[in-house]
């Protein structure tokens, strides 16, 4: 008690300190119930935080040097691959998910699809489908490698192509506007989902329980939720652009949620304090609550910053 005192005097006399954190748009609702517990616990730190792709939020720290704390990824190879070691230490794999297709009861066919027909459906003329930008979300090329892995697990060859069109219209920064609707992050997609833009999106499960979606559960052979059937989600890859003239190929793998501090993050000592909250039991338990399955206990690889480290 005495310390929460002296910590409301302080933020009092002198205002709270920052800790920015950068994360992925999937992770907006239980990270803003988690920064009211973690504010309530620790009264002396105002969380910050910047929702956009997890593509997006490592290149604001790679290509425009913008200050974070603490990054939060949907993929943890983003921070593996962009970030480490020129920028972060560690990666703290913390929580998993998977995708599904979800609707609204305006959609088109909503009352008659179901798991066994959904890919008959999208490939109706009159329907169009959403999802976020590969290039700069991982939700978006998991869609991708889901329609990939539908024609292999459905045996129909055709259905990505018929679905999501020829194969660089990301990379060169166009869209089959007839067909499939794409925006940054697939948190942007909702409310055109709701408004009736669009019939169905691919989108995490998690989002979808936390928004009141109806949905389409895939088979666990597609939905890139599922680590025993990690060779079977390798059969399908995408190639997204890093920056412009690169290109990475990503690979269909089970999907892993993971975080990391910045090494030059302006406020270490609220990093660590805050991405030691969100891996323990109480930060667990809403992420749990928000449709998040965790990682139990988390896996940290790296060098771990210490609590003392300036």
């Not at 609707?103 to 959904?118: L, M, Q, R």
């Not at 925006?183 to 989902?193: A, H, N, S, V």
């Amino acid at each position: 008690m005495k310390k929460i005192f002296l910590s409301l005097i302080i933020t009092a006399l002198f205002g709270a300190e920052k800790i920015i954190v950068f994360h992925a748009g999937s992770l907006s609702i239980p990270f803003s119930q988690i920064e009211k517990k973690f504010e309530s616990k620790y009264p002396q730190y105002d969380v910050i935080r910047e929702t956009a792709g997890s593509l997006a939020c490592a290149r604001k720290i790679t290509d425009l040097h913008k200050k974070a704390d603490v990054m939060a990824s949907a993929d943890y190879k983003i921070i593996d691959n962009l970030l480490i070691p020129k920028y972060a230490k560690f990666n703290a794999l913390f929580a998993t998910n998977e995708m599904v297709i979800a609707f609204t009861p305006h959609s088109k066919y909503a009352n008659i699809i179901n798991s066994e027909n959904w890919t008959d459906i999208l490939l109706k003329p009159e329907i169009k489908v959403g999802h976020s930008n590969p290039n700069l979300d991982p939700c978006g090329y998991r869609a991708v490698i889901v329609a990939k892995l539908a024609g292999i697990y459905y045996k129909k060859p055709f259905f990505y192509d018929q679905l999501l069109g020829y194969e660089d219209y990301y990379t060169n920064g166009e869209e089959n506007r007839n067909k499939v609707i794409v925006r940054p992050k697939e948190t942007d997609l909702l409310g055109l989902l709701e408004a009736g833009v669009f019939d169905y999106l691919f989108i995490y499960k998690s989002v979808a329980k936390q928004h009141g979606l109806k949905y389409i559960n895939l088979p666990p052979e597609i939905n890139l939720g599922r680590k025993e059937y990690a060779d079977f989600y390798k059969q399908a890859s995408f190639k997204i652009s890093v920056k412009p003239g690169t290109f990475i190929k990503k690979k269909g793998e089970p999907m892993i949620y993971s975080m990391t501090i910045i090494k030059n993050a302006p406020n270490k000592k609220g990093a660590y304090l805050f991405v030691k909250f969100v891996l323990s039991p109480e930060g667990q338990a809403i992420l749990k609550q928000n449709g998040q399955k965790i990682l139990n206990p988390p896996v940290i690889n790296g060098k771990w910053l210490i609590k003392n480290e300036k």
